[in-house]
C-alpha cells in the first residue's frame, strides 16, 4: 500500500500509543492498551466507520498544519466521555446531558494528546501548529477521509472501556 507520508507505519503506532498513553496516564491515571491498528490509504473504496454505535457518541477532534495535515478524532460513546470527564476533574457526578463540561474536558484531552504527536512529528522535521478542538456528537455517524488523506486508526482499551483515535495525515508544501 502506497503511504502519502514518509514515516514509517510502526512509528506512527509508536507516536500516537505514547502520546494517547501518556495523556490517560498522567491526567486520568488509567492504563491504555492498544488492541489493534488499521493502516489505509483512499482506494475510491468506502471504508468502514471505526467505530459503528446505535448510542451517542462524542468525538473531539483536534487537527494540524504545516509540513504536514492531518486531523485527530478520539471517539467513544457518551458515557465514557462522562467517565472520563469526571476522572479528570475530581468529580463524583456529572449528568451526561452536561454536554458544555464535557466538551471542554474531551477538547482538552484532545489537545494535549494531538498536541504529544505533533511535537513528535517536529523532532522528525515535520513542523506544524495545532488547531482549536472541536467536538462531534451524534449517534451512527461515521468520519470519512478524502481521496488525498492517509487513515490510520487506533482501537484503544481502557480498563475494559474501548475508544478510537482515527488520525488522517498527508504532507504538505
Request: aromatic letters at 8%; one cysteine or more; glycine letters at 8%.
Amino acid at each position: 500500500m502506497s503511504k502519502l507520508i514518509d514515516i514509517p507505519e510502526e512509528e506512527l503506532v509508536g507516536m500516537m500509543m505514547s502520546s494517547v498513553q501518556d495523556v490517560f496516564s498522567t491526567m486520568l491515571s488509567l492504563q491504555v492498551d492498544l488492541d489493534k491498528h488499521e493502516s489505509s490509504t483512499p482506494t475510491g473504496e468506502s471504508l468502514k466507520p471505526a467505530m459503528e454505535q446505535s448510542t451517542d457518541m462524542v468525538a473531539a477532534n483536534v487537527g494540524f498544519s504545516g509540513k504536514i495535515y492531518g486531523m485527530v478524532y478520539i471517539c467513544m460513546s457518551s458515557a465514557l466521555a462522562t467517565k472520563f470527564t469526571k476522572q479528570l476533574l475530581g468529580m463524583d457526578e456529572l449528568e451526561e446531558s452536561d454536554h458544555e463540561t464535557i466538551n471542554d474536558a474531551l477538547g482538552e484531552l484532545a489537545n494535549m494528546t494531538v498536541g504529544g504527536f505533533k511535537n513528535q512529528l517536529s523532532h522528525k522535521g515535520y513542523s506544524c501548529q495545532l488547531t482549536i478542538p472541536s467536538i462531534l456528537r451524534g449517534s451512527n455517524f461515521q468520519i470519512e477521509s478524502t481521496s488525498q488523506s492517509q487513515r490510520e486508526t487506533f482501537y484503544f482499551d481502557s480498563e475494559g472501556d474501548s475508544f478510537v483515535a482515527d488520525l488522517f495525515v498527508r504532507e504538505g508544501n
